[in-house]
């Protein structure tokens, strides 16, 4: 019987080699994620920037320091956590991820959502949380959890909005101090085996409420409110449509995967 660890490097090869979409033309390397597949958290961001394209690995540099520093508050290590992206490869010039794009890449995501089954989702950046809070703000709701199917997902800025715009960086602190306490509501519920789709939030308990005292700052570069994604902003004229604006279509089967099944 194939493992969790052998379903999860095929995963990955199959990942490095996949052309699905035109980044496969552009990329140095593709980025899986990395992380134990026992998480209890996962976090997702964006996209592959520059220094991740070059590395194969998610989340280094600057703002992989500052996610490291985020999750230390929060009483985890980077080394405890999943971590990976809505797409594998690096957008040109780190321009937005296309629709498209994003539609070829999903079945991958929900693959590593498979596999690692977190307790608690961390949505960093506006595309990730696109997948659970489609058409919503991430001014409005950064920091609130959402229980799906026993799954909590809690929506933050990307770490790398907070290099371009100072005071998010206490924001991002904030809404990761929840996190302890989220965690804790999320490993009591799986034991009670109680998951059910819930479409508002869940009601924060009472650490959470003292927490979301703390003001909600509207941002107002269109780029850093929903949640800049990497250490380079898009060049000027290459901006498309947010994807939490759109409506995307069902993920196509994804012929490599099929291995996995
Ligand atoms: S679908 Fe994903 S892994 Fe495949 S080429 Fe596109 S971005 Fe890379």
Redesign the pocket.
């Known amino acids: 019987m194939i493992t969790a660890v052998e379903r999860a490097d095929e995963l990955y090869d199959v990942?490095r080699t996949?052309?699905?979409?035109a980044?496969?033309q552009t990329?140095t390397n593709?980025v899986p994620g990395e992380g134990p597949l026992d998480a209890e958290v996962m976090c997702i961001g964006e996209a592959p920037g520059l220094n991740e394209d070059k590395e194969g690995k998610p989340f280094v540099g600057a703002s992989g320091q500052f996610l490291s520093e985020l999750l230390a508050a929060a009483g985890l290590t980077r080394e405890s956590v999943y971590i990976c992206n809505v797409?594998?490869?690096r957008p040109p010039s780190n321009r937005d991820p296309l629709p498209n794009?994003i539609e070829?890449?999903s079945e991958?995501l929900d693959l590593q959502l498979d596999l690692v089954d977190p307790l608690v989702v961390i949505t960093l950046g506006r595309f990730s949380m696109a997948k659970w809070f489609p058409k919503q703000a991430i001014s409005r709701i950064h920091g609130n959890v959402k229980e799906v199917d026993g799954l909590f997902v809690v929506p933050m800025y990307h770490p790398a909005a907070a290099l371009h715009q100072g005071n998010l960086r206490q924001v991002l602190i904030d809404d990761f101090a929840r996190i302890p306490a989220i965690l804790e509501r999320a490993r009591a519920r799986r034991v009670e085996g109680q998951g059910k789709v819930a479409t508002e939030p869940v009601q924060p308990t009472t650490a959470e409420l003292a927490v979301d005292l703390t003001p909600r700052i509207e941002i107002p570069n269109p780029s850093a409110a929903n949640g800049a994604p990497r250490d380079e902003p898009s060049p000027p004229g290459q901006q498309v449509p947010s994807p939490v604006e759109e409506r995307l279509e069902p993920a196509k089967s994804v012929e490599q995967i099929r291995l996995f099944e």
Do not use: F, M, P, V
């Open positions: 990942i996949c052309t699905l979409c980044l496969s990329r593709a797409l594998k490869c794009e070829a890449c991958y």
